[in-house]
């Protein structure tokens, strides 16, 4: 679903933004939408996408996890092989070529994990721009080795001392950033959320992801898979790989959200499960709050899944069914990430470890036998303090 000229997925997405604010984002997206058609933009963001990323990745056939669920055909779309161990890169590239013609000299952004920081400071490092990162103090303290990366790439990062200290409060003072200083700034949005054209435009970048796959899953089964799956924090992995497929009706999408302690307890970031409409970050979605509209903290073992809000088109593909979003808790993605390591040996990120979690439930759902690709949209050795000490 391509959104609207207002940004519009459905009722969801849209602009809801400081008026300063409003003339910068009519701009940006004058810019994007004519980048996008343009050749050269592309040929440029492909070389750096092979080149400095590392694309194509891989689409592995994991046939021991297969032989393990039995009714299975499992694939794993490799974006953990990715430089900087994420999906994230490719939208960093992405961004950062826009900004540059924009003639932009300093990006922001904001960060909850640290990961799309390191992504956006390893950019902005590549093409010499100045490069400042707000971080809530909480999370600088749990994630202290992303900032010493951070730093490494020469960017700044800025403790957040407001509120919970973490991701939503980092957003609040990166668009406080923002609108003081449009003249010269980028702001870089690390998942397919904030105001038009930013979900859109995120997605796009992302899509390269699908469209690989659905390319090199034709080319092996000489078919189209009867799943997709992706775990979903602000949902950028996810819509990167399912876009490709939005057309092929029959393809299946399953989006997992983080169900961190438990559905029922106040500790997860489910926002598709237990949202509500709201507004976050610029635009209108499914979003954790309270009766009074204040935003919950979200909460998961895996850092980049806890986003109190999902981007506006995942609460379209829900309203409208063409996804199914499931949950799976902390202890059940632990589970998997354990067995992928030893069946596969690949240690997939905490994120990625949800979307394969879900593979459990699936295997005995099927009637026959189904094949599925797998987003696996990191690698896990940011995560390895976690895992050891998950009791
Ligand atoms: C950040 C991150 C995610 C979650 O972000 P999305 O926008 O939902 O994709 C998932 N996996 C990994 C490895 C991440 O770093």
Not at 8 to 14: E, H, I, L, S
Not at 115 to 124: C, D, L, P, R
Not at 226 to 237: E, F, K, Q, W
Request: hydrophobic share 40%.
């Amino acid at each position: 679903m391509l959104s609207n000229k207002n940004g519009r997925f459905g009722q969801f997405g849209g602009r809801f933004v400081p008026e300063t604010l409003m003339s910068l984002l009519e701009d940006l997206e004058k810019v994007y939408f004519s980048l996008k058609k343009d050749k050269k933009f592309h040929a440029e963001l492909d070389f750096y996408l092979k080149e400095f990323a590392g694309r194509p990745t891989n689409l592995y056939h994991a046939k021991r996890l297969s032989a393990y669920y039995k009714t299975l055909k499992i694939y794993l779309k490799r974006e953990d092989l990715l430089h900087t161990g994420a999906h994230k890169i490719n939208n960093t590239l992405g961004q950062i070529l826009v900004a540059k013609r924009m003639g932009k000299a300093r990006i922001i952004a904001e960060t909850g994990a640290g990961q799309h920081g390191v992504a956006t400071a390893a950019v902005a490092a590549l093409f010499g721009l100045k490069c400042e990162v707000y971080m809530g103090e909480e999370d600088m303290k749990r994630q202290a080795l992303n900032v010493y990366r951070m730093q490494l790439f020469g960017a700044k990062v800025i403790p957040v001392t407001s509120g919970s200290k973490t991701l939503k409060d980092a957003m609040n003072e990166a668009i406080r950033d923002w609108v003081t200083n449009v003249h010269n700034t980028f702001y870089l949005i690390g998942s397919v959320a904030g105001p038009h054209p930013y979900p859109t435009m995120v997605r796009d970048f992302q899509s390269v992801i699908g469209q690989e796959a659905r390319a090199q899953f034709l080319k092996k089964e000489k078919s189209l898979p009867d799943y997709v799956l992706a775990c979903v924090g602000g949902g950028s992995n996810a819509m990167g790989i399912f876009h490709a497929f939005y057309n092929d009706k029959k393809v299946k999408f399953i989006g997992v959200e983080a169900a961190g302690h438990g559905l029922n307890t106040q500790q997860h970031s489910a926002s598709l499960h237990k949202g509500h409409l709201g507004v976050l970050h610029g635009s209108k979605s499914q979003v954790l709050q309270t009766s009074n509209g204040q935003i919950k903290l979200a909460y998961s073992i895996a850092a980049g899944l806890d986003y109190p809000g999902v981007g506006p088109e995942h609460s379209f593909y829900k309203e409208s069914g063409r996804a199914q979003y499931v949950a799976v808790t902390d202890k059940e993605a632990v589970s998997a990430l354990k067995l992928l390591s030893k069946v596969e040996g690949i240690i997939p990120a905490m994120e990625s470890a949800h979307a394969l979690s879900y593979l459990e439930k699936l295997a005995k759902k099927v009637k026959d036998k189904a094949s599925v690709i797998v987003c696996l949209s990191g690698r896990g050795d940011k995560d390895m303090e976690t895992i050891k000490n998950f009791i």
